[in-house]
């Protein structure tokens, strides 16, 4: 089993930046990669970056040019670099990590609220 481990959310205004971290540990040697999806009150809940083991992402449309991802692999963390945060921003951000297998392990989620 694979435990992930969010934090960095919180409240900021518009404009504004947030780094999420999720740290993975356990049974590590079976992910190939990692991403944060997000769900807001009443929505489905949606890919917003991802990022293979080789270190290729892939980003949301809605998020290209203001998030970033990003990997230590010897921390075993994925961050998330928020910048120029819209309203519309403001979810629970989940992270998780793809297995070999095709199964996929879910953090605990982190709120991040955008709001003046």
């Known amino acids: 089993q694979v435990q992930l481990v969010e934090s960095g959310g919180g409240l900021v205004q518009p404009g504004g930046s947030l780094r999420l971290s999720c740290a993975a540990s356990?049974?590590?040697?079976?992910?190939?990669?990692m991403g944060w999806y997000r769900q807001a009150p009443g929505k489905q809940r949606e890919l917003v970056a991802a990022?293979?083991?080789?270190?290729?992402?892939t980003y949301a449309d809605f998020v290209k040019g203001r998030f970033t991802i990003s990997r230590d692999n010897a921390k075993n963390t994925v961050y998330l670099q928020m910048n120029s945060l819209k309203f519309e921003d403001t979810a629970v951000y989940f992270c998780?990590?793809?297995?070999?297998?095709?199964?996929?392990?879910w953090g605990q989620g982190t709120q991040v609220t955008v709001s003046s």
């Open positions: 998780s990590a793809q297995h070999n297998g095709g199964s996929t392990s």
């Open positions: 356990g049974s590590i040697f079976s992910i190939n990669g």
């Open positions: 990022i293979s083991w080789g270190g290729r992402t």
